[in-house]
């Protein structure tokens, strides 16, 4: 199903989601934030990818100073809309679902975050380095803030 | 277990500007499988860019790429806009098209003469080359550089084009028509290229759903997005453009896509020219700050969506930046396009996605059972000239034929 209009967005995401949507921040009508469990990621990108069709174009892991935040940027480009989808991690152990089993699209830019700001997923078909070298030291994850160089 | 022969391409390669490594895994002369590495030209770019200011940034990411080194900046800039609510004066707008478009013409015709190299047609490459020349001197003309034209900046441009430039412009993009339509021409209705890239590398429509492809590889397995239409930002909103799509998501296709886009920037460009003069300056809002938020900026590139996401704390520099480039999400669909294909089509169907690992971020063969035999680039260049070749003789016809008489 897709969603007939730009401001139907949040009505249709807020009905199709239910519980799981945890707060909406609409910065314009073409730039929505919204925030959902961890637990939560695989069922609303399946909701989001498969049933109203969006694209994913990339998501953004953040070192925030309460916690990891991954946003999945999801772009509606049959009715002009941008829905990023914050999720919030544990600082001590981040850890979430790989969505890469849903949509292929994804598996790139979780082995990406994996490897540069250290968030483990889960049931990710591949996770390898993808941008570090192979032999990169493990632990070490260069997009942290805390992170001072290899030798530091 | 079958035996299999691995086939390395890359990391450094003829057919790719920049490092990045292909293992072909094949069985006979069928590709049964490809593994893609990255990371030979990390630069780390998200990182450097959160110790720059707003306006710096913009600099940094216009050398992410020299071919689309203004896809990058208009999305940054709008990510910035976007973030701090910058308004845009109108003429800017006008502006930022027809530097964006100027550089999707000159991208495509990159590309189109480097495919007609890999197909061992030197002819078009020459040709095509020599009038990508022409566009490169306008860009010289009007903002001081053949690449890097550093136009963008947030809140407008950093140079107007001036009234008295735009007929010399206009005539520039104009006189590109003819010798496009001639390029069409040779390539869509010449037997030997269809018979080299009809039916070649394929991608449905559900492949580049699943992938999240964007750009021509969408575009051409039928997939109908382009961010200019579908997010209208600059002046896209204000003019009119159809968006092209095929539906095979072949090779073929592939170029198809990229050739018809070319007529299309050409009539954007004329359109921004045209309503340029009756649309009164500046050209910048000067910002002086831009407060704390998050935004998203994206534009559609040469080879796909660009997206730029900034995020500020409220001081001048940001807080977290990230760059997805369009090859990142359309290289990977490779890991579909060669299954099953011969070695010889492998170089083009790699070469037909334009993959820019600049942006992103290798190929030779090696066996797997002995670890002997090593075909290296220049072999697999040559297996793809050589293929042409046996179908020209076993076609009966000479390839191509570029008359340029009128042009020479």
Known sequence: MRIPAQEQVLPVL?????????????????????????ADIM?????????????????????????????YHWAFDYIGCVVSVRVKLDKQKPEIDSIAPLCRGAEWIEREMWELMGIAFRGHPDLRHLLLMDDWPAGKFPLRRDFKGLNA | MPKKTIIPIGPCHPLQEEPEFFKLHVDGEKVIGIDIELGYNHRGMEKISEGKTFEQTVFLVERICGICSTSHPIACVQAVENCGDIPVPPRALYIRSII???????SHLLWLGL???????????????????????MFEYITGNRNHYSMMKPGGVRRDIKNEDVPALVKTIAGLRKPLDLFRAVVMEDPLLQART????????????????????????????????????????????????TKNGDVFDKVVVRILEMFESISIIEQ???????????????????????????????RGEVIHYIRSDGTNRPARHKVRAPSYVNVATNAKAVLGQYIADATIILGAVDPC?????????????????????????????????????????EGPKLDMGAFA
Request: glycine share 8%.
């Open chain 1, 14 to 38: 807020r009905e199709k989601l239910g519980g799981r949507l945890l707060d909406a921040t609409v910065k314009s009508p073409v730039r929505i934030f919204l925030l959902v469990s961890a």
């Open chain 1, 43 to 71: 069922e609303v990108s399946r909701v989001i990818f498969r049933d109203l069709e969006a694209r994913l174009q990339t998501a953004t892991a953040t070192d925030a100073p309460d916690a990891f935040e991954i946003l």
């Open chain 2, 100 to 106: 964006g478009e100027m550089e999707r013409l000159h």
């Open chain 2, 115 to 137: 495919a007609g190299h890999f197909l061992g047609f030197n002819t078009l490459w020459m040709w095509v080359w020599r009038y990508r020349e022409d566009l490169l001197n």
């Open chain 2, 198 to 245: 009809k039916g070649v590398g394929c991608l449905t429509k559900q492949d580049v759903i699943d992938f999240c492809a964007v750009g021509p590889v969408a575009r051409s397995s039928g997939l109908d997005i382009d961010v200019r239409r579908d997010h209208p930002h600059a002046a896209y909103g204000m003019v009119d453009f159809k968006v092209i799509t």
């Open chain 2, 272 to 302: 921004c020219c045209k309503a340029l003069p009756s649309t009164p300056g500046p050209v910048d809002s000067n910002p002086k700050e831009v407060v704390p938020g998050e935004g998203i900026g994206h534009y559609e590139a040469p």
């Open chain 2, 357 to 397: 690992y600049c942006c992103t971020e290798r190929m030779a063969a090696i066996d797997a059972g002995t670890g002997a035999k090593l075909l290296d680039a220049k072999e697999l260049l040559r297996l793809s000239r050589q293929k042409t070749e046996d179908l020209k003789r076993q076609m009966g016809v």
